[in-house]
């Protein structure tokens, strides 16, 4: 058992429950399942763009929870509006309606291009519940053959078991085979191999504007200009999976308004609740009259305090100007990455707003990010040459200026 002490932190005046980081691994181990190689840290405070782990030390996250707490952590608004929240009505079953989710559900359609939203928990069940839009749709109007939905290689969605069919990259399908009939993969930016491969019988295509866990990879305009006309051609959904791109993280609201490509469904999750877990499927046209009662649901989806929770990330992304934040910091950090002290260790620089990746010249990543973690800054590496950072929207020019230091020691 952990027995709990606590601790006065005399910076702050909080008194804290200390933890024993070295039982927290030892239970970890014993009776988690092992899905995760954790780095060897146990985090027990977070506020701003700062964590503190059980020996008290400070560091600068430039990963927020894989871009999860976009206006930092423990934002007064969030923590204000999850509190009220919690005291007021936490879940009701989506059998009744409750304010906050209509409220948050007419939010999104001010802010974006669509009208209706579908609500979830996550970004693999905001990407099932447009597999299964696309599927009923692509029947209704071209009948039962037209099931097939194309996503890119490399590309990530998410681990249920049709989300992680959809995910192009076999290592996360392996184990599981066989997998979910329909589904194939295209070459990213590839405008002729999207175009062979969609046919009468393609009910979707679905794309990340930038593709996150594969690598930060941006798309080309004309590769999404195309995707939008290759699926009018024969009908079929454009969907864009917006789950590590939305919610203003590439210093717009969405990602594909850097492309003036609007798609017929887009779904979102990570940053959406700033922690608490909700997910959406955005959807216009068509698309927004295919489920009907009895298609589709969840238990949990848009609760009162998931969906307070994200209408305080909204009104704060707006009140703090965190758009124009996120563009104006994410072009300062990529213009300090490209400094000449850096210029044989990164061979490519990549990135929007505060979506940003580098390519080393060495497979260093995980060395760079053992030791990044080791002098207080959090990163993360992607195989052996990819690192990405994704700091909270609420990121100043000397937190950059603070992480450039640790990096150019690092690397
Ligand atoms: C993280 C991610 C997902 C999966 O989200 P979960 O909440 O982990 O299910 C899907 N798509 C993209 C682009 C992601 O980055």
């Known amino acids: ?51 503190w782990d059980a020996e008290g030390r400070e560091y600068l996250d430039f990963l927020a929870g894989i871009a999860v707490n976009g206006v930092g ?3 007064p608004a969030l923590v204000k509006a999850i509190q009220e929240q919690a005291a007021t009505l936490i879940h009701t079953s989506n059998l009744y309606h409750t304010a906050p ?24 069940e905001a990407n099932e519940a447009a597999i299964k839009i696309a599927r009923k749709h692509g029947k209704q109007v071209g009948g039962d053959s037209k099931y097939h939905l194309i996503t890119a290689q490399n590309s990530f969605h998410g681990r249920t078991l049709a989300t992680v069919t959809a995910t ?8 599981f085979t066989p997998l979910v009939p329909g589904f194939s993969h295209v070459p990213f930016n ?24 594969g690598g930060v990879y941006l798309a080309h305009r004309p590769y999404l200009e195309a995707a939008r006309r290759i699926c009018d051609k024969v009908g079929a959904l454009l969907i864009f999976d917006e789950v590590q791109t939305g919610v203003g993280r590439t210093g717009k609201w969405w990602a594909y308004q ?61 009140s703090e100007h965190l758009l124009a934040n996120a563009h104006a910091m994410g072009e300062y950090f990529i213009h300090r990455l490209g400094e000449p002290a850096l210029r044989g260790k990164i061979k490519d620089i990549r990135g929007m707003g505060l979506m940003v990746g580098v390519t080393l010249t060495t497979p260093d990543a995980k060395r760079v990010q053992a030791e990044a973690l080791e002098r207080g ?35």
């Open 101 to 124: 989710q209509a409220l948050l559900a007419q939010k999104l359609a001010e802010i974006s291009d669509f009208s209706r939203v579908f609500f979830c928990n996550s970004g693999a």
């Open 258 to 318: 850097h492309y003036d490509v609007v798609p017929d469904m887009m779904t979102l999750a990570k940053s959406l609740g700033g922690g608490v877990p909700i997910g959406a499927c955005l959807a216009r046209g068509a698309a927004t009259e295919t489920l009907v009662p009895g298609d589709h649901g969840s238990t949990f989806a848009g609760s009162p305090l998931a969906a307070s929770a994200a209408l305080a990330v909204l009104q704060t992304i707006e």
């Open 377 to 411: 800054l959090i990163i993360n590496a992607i195989g052996d040459d990819i690192l990405r950072f994704l700091p909270p929207l609420i990121i100043t020019q000397s937190d950059i200026d603070q992480a450039m230091t640790v990096l150019l020691a690092v690397l």
């Open 73 to 75: 952590h423990c934002h």
């Open 168 to 175: 192009g990259q076999p290592k996360y399908q392996a184990p």
């Open 1 to 51: 058992m952990l027995e709990t002490q606590y601790t006065l932190d005399t910076q702050t005046g909080q008194i804290a429950p200390a933890v024993d980081a070295a039982a927290v691994r030892a239970q970890d181990k014993a009776h988690v399942m092992h899905t995760y190689a954790r780095l060897p840290v146990t985090f027990v405070r977070g506020q701003g763009a700062r964590l």
């Open 190 to 213: 590839d405008i002729e191999a999207l175009e062979a491969a969609v046919t009468e019988d393609t009910c979707a295509v679905m794309l990340e504007p930038i593709r996150g866990e």
